[in-house]
């Protein structure tokens, strides 16, 4: 592969990790490319995520797939070749004591070449990331670094960040040997078919449905720079407004002074008062991360709106507008302290759309006015019970608007215990399956 087409379909394999990129930046990456050289890696890694990247969140997808097209070396590690595997436990600990980035780099290649290989024969194969930290278990060595970092020195206050640092460097370890099993991987089936299934997309692009632990520690670092970024759209949504539409009658009588040159248009103001925000949110299962980190994105945004009330559900509603302070990210904790303190079940804990939209409608129909735009979080799966959708009718009757926004693929609408075709007939559904696609709709849908 000659040196443009590796950069051409590096740039490919971002934009289908949903990093965008053009022709501009991709001119500028091959200007990089040119100047900097191959001589340096890590000076040629930052200049091009220089001339590359556009966002924040992107630099884990980037890094990722430039091991995959600009590897630091081909094929078996040399110290792999030298075929002694048998002290790579404890050159591990020590490597992990002294935070030899250098030796676990090689130790990395090593653990892949000598436990990472699956298949063979006439069936497929490939080199295994899982396979290799599951017959090492580095996790298992934090006593034995530690031990190693201490010395003969009596355990102190300081014992636990130690333990902290060691879980950090492990980590770190644990991706280096992920990069190494994608690497050998490509060598056999190329760059362009491994960055395709092995690169996790970027926290943006994960569907809440499907987040880790780790993309949903990224997703809570996200809900205040999203928020600003949508504040200041929706601003100048607002400015825009303010400003109102031509008056044509008007800008035709100025014109008579310009021989019917409308050169100065008139507008018609008006200033609409900023509106009022009703979350309703389905609190239970794996929909719950989704309706977490919405309440906080949108409470962050409260500025942007005359009020904002929040209320949760599984199959009973009560508000939770008091639970979710400005300022607070982190969708884990809300969750569990909703469940805990809010009375969100009844008698059972499974989802029950109908009795609590009844129950919305009993004790809080008032939160809803004219100037309220409804906003209903969930994948609108009943178990079976009464979807009740006269409740929903008259939540649409009362509200300025009312949207529904459901994690969901829409391909999934209609299958199993879903009613999602049923609440669409009466509210706008929208599927929202990650931050970019919330991000549209927050910041296109809500009124200013």
């Known amino acids: 592969m000659t040196l443009q087409a590796r950069l051409v379909g590096f740039a490919g394999a971002l934009r289908e990790q949903g990093v965008r990129i053009g022709p501009g930046e991709t001119v500028d990456a091959a200007a990089a490319l040119e100047v900097l ?19 924040d ?23 792999a070749r030298n075929g002694d595997e048998s002290d790579l436990e404890q050159r ?15 130790l990395a290649g090593e653990a892949v070449d000598a436990l990472g290989q699956f298949g063979g024969g006439d069936g497929p194969q ?21 031990a190693a970092m201490r010395g003969e020195a009596e355990e102190d206050f300081t014992d636990r960040l130690d333990r902290d640092e060691i879980r950090r460097r492990i980590d770190t370890f644990r991706e280096r040997v992920r990069t190494e099993a994608r690497r050998r991987s490509a060598e056999m089936r190329g760059a362009d078919h491994v960055a395709k299934h092995a690169i996790a997309p970027s926290a943006d692009q994960v569907d809440f449905l499907n987040a880790g632990r780790d993309q949903l520690a990224d997703l809570r670092r996200a809900v205040q720079p999203l928020a600003r970024k949508l504040a200041t759209r929706m601003a100048a949504r607002r400015r825009r407004a303010a400003r109102g539409t031509i008056d044509l009658r008007r800008t035709l009588r100025r014109s008579l002074s310009t021989g019917g040159v409308p050169l100065r248009p008139a507008y018609a103001h008006h200033r609409p008062a900023r509106p009022e925000i009703v979350l309703l949110c ?19 945004l409260h500025d942007q709106f005359s009020k904002v009330r929040v209320f949760a559900f599984v199959n009973r509603t009560d508000e939770v507008t008091r639970m979710i302070e400005p300022g607070a990210a ?16 009844g008698w059972h804990d499974s ?15 008032d939160a809803v006015g004219p100037r309220t735009s409804v906003l209903v979080l969930g994948d609108a ?51 929202c399956r990650n931050t970019r696609r919330l991000t549209h709709l927050v910041s296109t849908l809500l009124p200013v």
């Open 37 to 55: 050289g191959m001589a340096d890696r890590e000076r040629l890694r930052e200049g091009l995520a220089a001339a590359l990247l556009r966002a």
């Open 57 to 79: 969140g992107q630099r884990k997808v980037f890094d990722a797939a430039f091991d995959l097209y600009f590897p630091a070396g081909v094929g078996a590690p040399e110290s």
């Open 92 to 106: 591990l600990v020590h490597a992990l004591a002294g935070d030899d980035s250098g030796a676990l780099g090689q």
């Open 126 to 146: 490939g080199w295994s990331a899982h396979q290799t930290l599951e017959r090492l278990q580095p996790q298992t060595l934090l006593a034995r670094v530690l």
């Open 282 to 300: 389905d609190v239970s299962g794996s929909v719950a991360g989704f309706a977490n980190f919405t309440m906080l994105l949108v409470q962050a």
């Open 330 to 345: 982190d969708p884990v904790e809300l969750g569990r302290s909703i469940l805990s303190e809010a009375a969100v079940t």
């Open 351 to 365: 989802s029950d759309y109908g009795n609590a939209l009844a129950e919305f409608t009993d004790k809080y129909l």
């Open 381 to 431: 799966r009943t178990n079976g019970w009464n979807p009740n959708l006269e409740a929903l009718h008259t939540i649409k009757q009362r509200a300025r608007h009312v949207f529904w926004l459901n994690p969901e693929p829409e391909l999934r609408w209609a299958t199993g215990d879903s009613a999602a075709r049923d609440y669409a007939r009466i509210a706008e559904m929208h599927e």
